[in-house]
């Protein structure tokens, strides 16, 4: 009974989803019912975020990045457990592993944009993610600081979603959590004449951190393969099949004058990358 308890709870999430406002072109939706059924939408100060029981971590995350409405960068909150989810994920569940607890909603514009509440929604486990340390505070950090610092100041709205690539049969924690192979982040603006521009990347967890990040750049089409969601379904179906097959840093000058270096980079110095290629 307590099982269908669970399901049914979780089914009336599903047929009515919420988060919406954060979102271009719709919901991302899954393509299997397993995964529907299990996954729920959870609505917080400043962004929106799909959350898998099954894996015991988001599958998505969306928010609109946009210019900050302060300059001064609060301490960061206590990692929480989110009692909307069932699996009630701690802060210990993580240590030990060797993986960061890695942020999809990011702390630093969350706090800087959306204030305090948010800041503090986007330290709830439902939006972390293991995340292997370089991958975590060199590349996907550079990618954050691009994004609030960056892009919204020339683009002003900027759709964003990032989330985790799990892959068939994901390693986990001990504590349950799944372990993506790769993380994923899309960018979609629309220009004031109406077209739109996107920008998609998947990376894998192992990076050294100092990659260029065109290294990376991808069809949203491959996104959506590798995660079994489907992005923007609410275009129309020529527009949405020319969003998602073009993979071309041409009208985000921002992504290809970026440089390599992180915030966080005088840590690994002296620090041989296992990954580098020799």
């Known amino acids: 009974m307590a099982l269908l308890a669970i399901v049914l709870a979780l089914a009336l999430k599903l047929f009515w989803p919420a988060g919406s406002e954060y979102v271009y072109a719709g919901l991302p939706r899954a393509g299997d019912w397993p995964t529907r059924l299990s996954t729920h939408n959870l609505v ?3 962004f929106a975020l799909a959350y898998s029981e099954w894996r015991a971590a988001p599958l998505w995350v969306a928010y609109i990045a946009r210019p900050p409405a302060r300059r001064d960068l609060p301490p960061r909150p206590s990692f ?5 989810t069932l ?11 060797g993986f ?9 514009l969350m706090a800087l944009a959306y204030g305090p509440d948010a800041q503090t929604a986007s330290f709830r ?42 892959g068939e049969n994901p390693k986990r924690l001990a504590s349950g959590v799944a372990v993506p ?57 020529a527009l949405e099949e020319r969003v998602e097959t073009r993979a071309s840093l041409e009208h985000w000058p921002a992504i290809r004058e970026a440089g390599t270096e992180a915030r966080y980079g005088e840590r690994w110095e002296g620090r041989a990358c296992p990954w580098r290629s020799r």
């Open 125 to 166: 486990m439902s939006n972390i993610v293991p995340q292997a340390p370089r991958h975590n505070q060199l590349l996907w950090q550079r990618m954050e600081e691009l994004e609030a610092d960056t892009l919204v100041g020339r683009h002003e709205r900027l759709w964003v979603l990032a989330g985790p690539v799990y």
């Open 80 to 84: 929480t457990v989110d009692t909307r």
């Open 181 to 237: 192979e790769a993380l994923y982040r899309i960018w979609l603006r629309e220009e004031d004449d109406g077209q739109l521009r996107v920008a998609a990347f998947l990376v894998p967890q192992r990076v050294c951190g100092d990659e260029r990040l065109e290294a990376f750049l991808v069809p949203v089409l491959v996104v959506e393969q590798r995660t079994g969601l489907d992005f923007f379904h609410e275009l129309p179906d």
């Open 44 to 46: 917080n100060p400043g």
């Open 87 to 97: 699996r009630r994920v701690a802060h210990g569940d993580y240590t030990g592993s």
């Open 100 to 108: 960061d607890r890695g942020h999809l909603a990011p702390n630093y």
